[in-house]
């Protein structure tokens, strides 16, 4: 039987972490610009007129301060326990990343929808895709995606989901599109394979990075060592979620 509403409880409870921050969700927008058709930008225009994705990026974190959308609050994450997929585990029927993801890009599709479904249906997707390729974002069941997992950070109290949002980001002090340019150089055959993958595919390769992510043991405070050894794997991350992000927005948007 599906558990509802108290595993998103036990999950994240109510520390709901800012998945990359806005420096790491400004990346994705700006690299999926970088990667849209013609099409897409005309019907993005028609749309959103001159909110750009890099602002729309941020707008689902804006309006957890607004009561009206707190049942959006864990659409942020998708959990699935080592040894699981998407498929097999018990799913919280109040959505998570993974199914809105999917119902987004319906909302984008269909005629029938209105111009503010779809608008919000673009803010949603381009900070959810980014959502869903911070690893830690992908929880295992146990530790509320890491929030429970107190160190510090160069010396700072910290967690390590909290280090995989933002402060190996704001570490290296790049703004959003300087790190975007450093990035986004992908051969035309990882682009066309990277938009390709499904989601299943998508949340398989954040489990995969655990045993990297948690390799902490003995470590009250990491810092440089820790993000030399993870730093390539943010770039990696940022760099899929926006081209991933273009492909859905390329084969979804019409105006």
């Known amino acids: 039987m599906k558990r509802i509403g108290f595993l998103s409880a036990l999950i994240f409870s109510s520390v709901i972490a800012f998945a990359w921050g806005q420096t790491g969700h400004r990346v994705v927008g700006k690299i999926a610009e970088n ?21 729309a990026s941020t707008w689902m974190d804006n309006i957890k301060s607004d009561s009206a959308y707190d049942h959006t609050h864990q659409w942020h994450y998708v959990t699935i326990p080592n040894g699981k997929d998407y498929h097999t585990c018990d799913i919280d029927k109040g959505g998570d990343a993974y199914e809105t993801i999917n119902r987004m890009i319906a909302v984008l599709k269909n005629k029938e929808t209105s111009k503010q479904e779809k608008v919000e249906a673009v803010r949603m997707l381009t900070h959810l895709v980014g959502d869903i390729h911070q690893p830690l974002h992908v929880g295992n069941g146990e530790d509320k995606g890491g929030n429970s997992v107190k ?12 280090i995989w949002d933002s402060e190996m980001l704001d570490s290296k002090q790049f703004s959003y599109s300087e790190l975007a340019e450093l990035i986004d150089h992908p051969s035309e055959s990882t682009l066309v394979q990277l938009q390709k993958d499904n989601m299943d595919v998508w949340v398989k390769e954040a489990m995969d990075l655990r045993p990297q992510i948690y390799d902490i043991e003995g470590q009250e405070n990491l810092s440089y060592e820790y993000m030399y050894k993870n730093w390539a794997t943010v770039k990696d991350q940022l760099l899929k979620a926006g081209i991933r992000l273009a492909g859905i927005l390329n084969e979804a948007l019409d105006c």
Request: glycine share 0%.
């Open 151 to 162: 160190v510090k950070w160069f010396y700072k109290n910290s967690n390590l989901h909290r």
């Open 35 to 55: 990667h849209l058709s013609k099409k897409a930008k005309e019907a993005l225009f028609c749309l959103m007129e001159n909110e750009s994705l890099v602002e």
